[in-house]
């Protein structure tokens, strides 16, 4: 296979693959931070859901032991009986007697009347006396539950093919009812508030279609930072324009609260709750007893009425510390490590107020409901207990992400990276070992085809002079240390390295090279080289080695300094000493070795231009075999630039006698 196509393949199959993990990975880190929010919205919108179901069940509780404490037979001393309910009850503050055309029996409305009951009278005696109305509350799910309904019943229709007239039916029923104002069951009361509950598209409509029919709508007191999109622009429409139309016609809207305002407002979002205004007789004719919240300018106060037998209407305003005491109640824990929960009032106060929690923002929750109509603008909210651990820990877990990734994706291209190099690697030995095979065949053939060219001219009849016999012969015999350089090359290196066996004397090196440069110099000579020996007389460069693998490395350098050089034949062979070792030079003026194949040349069958065209015959395995062998020796060799041009081998031995004592 091509190496450029390996590359392609490795690329389409690893590397794009690689990146686009990583991709998908860092999007979904980034998305971390969402998914956490939206989990921990979920979880704690259930608690609160749950609280504020509990407040709205406790006040239920309250009216009913309000009911169970107050007892007015008929005819009796009401005065008496309402004062005693008062002392006894704790949530009582100011009882009140109506007559059944809700005349105002008591606080007497003289000057018996004490200054509380003087104040209550003033505050709620137009009502009491069923001359004004009060702004009441109703649940916009509740208000709009035909359109609800009808819409969500289309819905349904559109969803299955079938129409499911079954399911359809009896949602068209309560539609028409609802339309018709008669009592709703509460299963489809609940039905259309549950739907709303769900659907942001059918709250979106509710409201509008609220705003056009001039319904009132407040904004709740806070904005639940989970929830921070939803209607908003809805709530600042309603904000923008309270009271449209007759006054008269329209509930007085609740007043917006003052106190404690954040620092930096919280947007506003609307209230499930639209006000609508009743008289007390509209409301007193809805069931025997309940509880109306009234806004009195900026105070709420919560009025409990009960119907007697014999047509009055007895009732108190109910003391506001205990009735918030018995609502706070509800609280059984609200602070943990991850969330602190509280109801909070019409003035977005908390009614509990968990320790180690100063200084925080209670109009910008986390979560947050509204608790409903009979507690207006109260609401069950829960707050992060530390505000930046969702982001705490979406940075850590897409950090982990991160590194997981980076640790994948360089493990995934580092290790192709390496696989595909080293099959290249192998790729290029293969091919290497081929081209070996042809040159050491070629090698060996040259050689053997001069020599028995040479054999063929000795044996020729006739007569052949004495000089042209010695040049045939020395000429047959320069071939055949040829062939056996080459053949102990290839043997060499064929041998398991550790199997070489050195047979280690002290020699001199110089003696050696020596020995070495005047075997070759008549055949170099005769070949146009000049070749010289320095210095020319120097004391002995003792090294240990053996003297046969010395001279093979020898061999094998000027071998190649015979044949890498062109038009200028010049060898010079120097042996040097340096205190810790004897350095034996080759240099030459040939054709030189580039910066980036000094190191290359010593790999096994690494030629600079091992095309057979190159003129020059060779096996790569020359210098290979050389610096084995000096490593073998604890030396090595090494190539440079000569000064001139050429190239130098330095072979670089330790020195015999190192570290000995000197004698
Ligand atoms: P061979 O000479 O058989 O090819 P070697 O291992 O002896 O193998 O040399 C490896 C390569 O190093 C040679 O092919 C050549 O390209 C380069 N080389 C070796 N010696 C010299 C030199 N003196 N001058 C220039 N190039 C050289």
Redesign the pocket.
Known sequence: MKSRSLGVIFIAAVIVPSILLAVLSIRSAGREEAWMEKQMAATLDAEVSHTAGLAGAEVGRVIDDLRTALDVPVGSDYGRILTRWKSATALVAVPFMLSPRYGILWPPPDARADDEQKRFLKENGSFLSDRIATTVLQNIAVRYQNEILAENSVAKDKESESGAPAATVPEGRAAAEAQAGAAVAPATRQKAIDSFAQSPSIQTRVYEEAREKGDQLNARIVEPMAMASQGQSLAADAAAAPGLGDEAAKPAPVPAPTAKKSAAPAKEQPSQFVLTSQLLSQIASQGDSGLIPRFIGEKLVFLFWERQKDGRIAGCEIAAGAFRDRIAGVLTSTWSPVRILTLLDENGAPLATPPDTAGRDWRRPFVAREIGESLPRWEAAAYLTRPDSIAAQARSSSLVIWIMVMILFVSVAGGGTMVLSSVYGEMKLVRQKATFVT?VSHELKTPLTSISLFVDLLRRKGPLPQSKKEQYLSLMASETERLTRLINNVLDFSRDRAARRYSMSTVDAREVTGQIVESQRVRLESRGFSVSLEPASAPAAPVRADSEALKQVLL??L???E???AERKEIVVSVTREPEAVLITVN?R????QEK?REK??REF?????SLSSG?????????I?RRIARDHEGDIT?APRDGG??S?VVRLPAAGRGEAPA
């Open positions: 040159n094998n350098l071998s190649n300094a044949k890498y050089s030459d040939g054709i030189g070795i194949d040349v010593f690494y030629r600079v231009d091992d020059v015959q060779g096996t790569g395995l020359g210098l290979t050389a190539c050429g190239t081998f």
